[in-house]
């Protein structure tokens, strides 16, 4: 694809983003769960933040108190930053199917541009808590991508590994909301070692060793999440809910 091409295809994204989510930015404030955050923020700053989110989602709360710092209270700041990392989020599902299927490049773009428009949400005007989502959600499809990506190139390639093991870790510890993708993994391996080898064991053998450092990954985050990390609250308690399941 040409660097023309790519040019168009993040002018077009972005100028749908700003259609669909931009236009009623400066008449949205706050609402919901951000009530909470942006209260935070303002009395205590980051470390206040980060105190208020360690109850279960440390990493959130940085990241929630580093862009306050930089985007401040106005509510507009926090709708353009979900906003944003929306359009970052289409452009992670393009990045990604533009791994899988490298020759359907129309195809890759119309999938984007659905992503971005629809479903819609009705959640989607809180900008302070969803803007982190959308980041978090862009984090793990661009691991997915890296990861695909990974496979079929020489050069580069332990770089790009390492930095879909770390999209993914820094998704894991925002929330647990998008774990469950990691169910995607072996699927998408399958897929992309299947355009390299007609050898059905060739395929079982390449996608197991690129997946077990995931699964490596994966399996530490949980041992983390399960026995390690501490949280006060009940509902995102991963060790409360296995001890009612094995009770």
Not at 8 to 30: D, E, H, K, R, S
Request: aromatic fraction near 16%.
């Amino acid at each position: 694809m040409t660097n023309v091409s790519i040019r168009f295809v993040l002018v077009v994204l972005f100028v749908v983003t700003i259609l669909t989510y931009g236009v009623f930015v400066p008449w949205l404030g706050y609402y919901g769960d951000d009530w909470p955050g942006v209260y935070n923020s303002v009395t205590g700053g980051l470390s206040a933040m980060v105190d208020y989110q360690s109850l279960d989602r440390p990493v959130w709360g940085w990241i929630s108190g580093i862009v306050h710092k930089v985007i401040g209270d106005r509510p507009i700041g926090w709708h353009v930053y979900a906003m944003l990392t929306r359009y970052l989020s289409a452009l992670a599902i393009w990045f990604f199917c533009r791994q899988i299927w490298p020759k359907h490049r129309i195809e890759s773009v119309a999938v984007a541009l659905l992503f971005l428009v629809y479903p819609g949400i009705l959640q989607e005007s809180r900008g302070f808590t969803f803007g982190t989502i959308w980041l978090q959600l862009a984090l793990s499809i661009f691991s997915l991508a890296l990861m695909a990506k990974s496979v079929r190139i020489i050069n580069y390639k332990i770089i790009v590994i390492i930095i879909a093991l770390l999209s993914a870790g820094i998704s894991w510890n925002i929330s647990e909301y998008f774990v469950g993708l990691e169910l995607l993994r072996p699927v998408i391996l399958w897929v992309v070692v299947s355009k390299q080898t007609n050898r059905e064991f060739d395929r079982i053998l390449s996608a197991a060793k690129y997946w077990s450092l995931y699964v490596v990954a994966l399996l530490s985050y949980i041992v983390y999440r399960f026995f390690v990390f501490d949280t006060k609250r009940i509902e995102v308690d991963p060790s409360h809910f296995l001890s009612e399941i094995i009770r």
